[in-house]
């Protein structure tokens, strides 16, 4: 939309997006850092910079010092990570084990709702058990990356009482681990999953039933997110809604949960703030790394962005519900 | 949600919502007027009052005088209809011709999502040529719901320069009328279509693209309804995005659609404003009327609403998508 949304009258509010500063504190994530090979209507990417620790630590350190753990293969390409580094990354926990690198293979059709899965090759990641360097053990924000909520919970167990933690998790992992990620709903504060996820989980079709199964499980929050249809956020206490940007054209959109999860911890790590307003912003922010990371292949875009273009968007994400304020005067 | 969506913070702002009083214009609907019967998961109704004219006419009078053109049969229990009367809406326009009523039987699966429709008879609707009474010809504001856009384009033929013209429509018009349906796209000023319709229509899947191929056919205003997931409004200048109310149960989505246009189209006629922000309040109570409309069968949740009840939803909408102002202070 760019111009479109920009209107009408533009208000000259405090910024939601500051960029990383001395204050924001410290975010951990454990995730797959992999090979992409994807396929669009639009085009095709080759063994490209991929996982879910990859997006997420590229849209976090848009807002806060990122930490990752994670395991490569031998094979692995990795000054394709310069950029991160660059970009202040700890790759630190990125451990280098004898092997293939994680590849995942997969294709989009015109509808780009779902990828359908072409090959999955887990390489080193088959026998990945997380180890936090101990610099890592006190990051205040935690985010358990989709990976087995055996190893989320081992996480768990090294980090010294983080101020959030939060995980992702798939339909793979309800199936084939539901108690372990049952044990793991009772030791997170907030979980991200999307509406086919969270049915499955809670076995609810209804997404204020399924959202309050998983409030009773442990959580104080759940993420619901719905793709081209915006994400839910619920507490005991109040359910807040954020649109998905309606895009021109989503080009692929690998990464976009994952990328939405990095704004999302990376607002709450810039601010330290845990209100309600704060976390509903968080939403927001999460929103609009999603939004960015669709429009190009990899993170790609996430990298090239910077903080005006973030907060640009953030404005028009005001703009696309404002129907109160700041348009009633 | 209820009591969970009131907070955070409720902010004591003007209501949006204001009882019918004399200033509100009229608001004429051309449509449907029919006996439903309706499987959900939750139960069963026989030949209870349907039709996109009640439905309509039931949500716009909690906001404006509300004219009905249609066509019942000599069968029609038109007892049924005298709750409607009772509010207001006058029914000099609704014609009883010899012959039976259109009854339409539906069923809806667990999800809710889509009607199988299980039997359509159309009786005296198949031969239905609307006639304008003189007395409602100056109404200010004209819906012409869902019927063979030929029959729309002659409504239009026969009023008086409305303040503004909406329409509706459905797959079966787009297929078999589609030359007289683009007509009507340069004599109306806003359409309402679903998210499939809308595809279907202007063959994009990408609904900024789609919205703009309408756009550029001449209605000012498009609306895409997404159900559950919420509405769009999209305008040259700007769009503007109102989510579904999360309701823990949907009983009876049947009528959904066009009591979202009796309260949009009521909205502006009760404020007189086609303001942009009176615009984005109509499509919020649009969306508040349409979350009454499918608790329980029928109309009788529009029925048995009133002010108070609508002016909390619209709160409740406000707080959904609250990450400003008024939390921001």
Chains 1, 2 share one sequence.
Not at 31 to 38: E, M, P, Q, R, Y
Not at 260 to 282: K, P, Q, Y
């Amino acid at each position: 939309m760019n111009s479109s949304v920009n209107t009408p009258e533009q208000h000259a509010d405090t910024p939601l997006v500051h960029p990383v500063h001395k204050a924001a504190s410290t975010v951990l994530v454990v995730g797959s850092v992999a090979l992409d090979s994807v396929e669009t209507p639009f085009g095709r990417a080759d063994e490209v910079l991929g996982g879910s620790g990859t997006y997420f630590a590229s849209s976090a350190s848009h807002f806060a010092p990122v930490q990752v753990v994670g395991v490569v293969g031998s094979d692995y390409p990795v000054d394709k990570l310069a950029p991160l580094e660059k970009r202040g990354v700890d790759l630190a926990g990125l451990e280098r084990a004898e092997g293939t690198s994680f590849r995942w293979r997969g294709r989009y059709r015109h509808d780009l709702n779902s990828a359908e899965t072409l090959e999955t090759h887990l390489g080193v990641f088959s026998h990945f058990a997380p180890k936090i360097p101990e610099q890592f053990r006190k990051a205040p924000f935690v985010f358990l990356a989709n990976i087995d909520p055996r190893l989320q919970l081992q996480v768990l167990d090294q980090v010294d009482s983080p101020k959030l933690v939060a995980c992702d998790t798939m339909n793979f992992w309800i199936e084939s681990r539901r108690p372990e990620l049952i044990e793991l709903l009772g030791r997170v504060d907030l979980i991200t999953l999307n509406d086919g996820e969270v049915r499955q989980l809670t076995e609810k079709a209804n997404l204020v039933h399924a959202a309050r199964w998983i409030l009773d499980r442990g959580p104080k929050h759940v993420i619901i997110k719905k793709g081209e249809h915006g994400a839910f956020m619920f507490t005991r206490e109040s359910v807040f809604f954020a649109p998905a940007y309606p895009l021109e054209q989503v080009f692929d959109p690998t990464g976009a949960g994952d990328s939405f999860a990095g704004g999302f911890i990376g607002h709450l790590a810039s601010t330290n703030d845990l209100s309600d307003l704060s976390m509903r912003r968080a939403v927001v922010v999460g929103s609009a790394m999603g939004s960015f990371a669709v429009e190009k292949f990899s993170n790609t875009r996430l990298l090239e962005i910077g903080h005006d273009d973030i907060e640009r968007r953030v404005q028009e994400f005001r703009q696309l519900v404002a129907f109160d304020s700041p348009l009633n005067t």
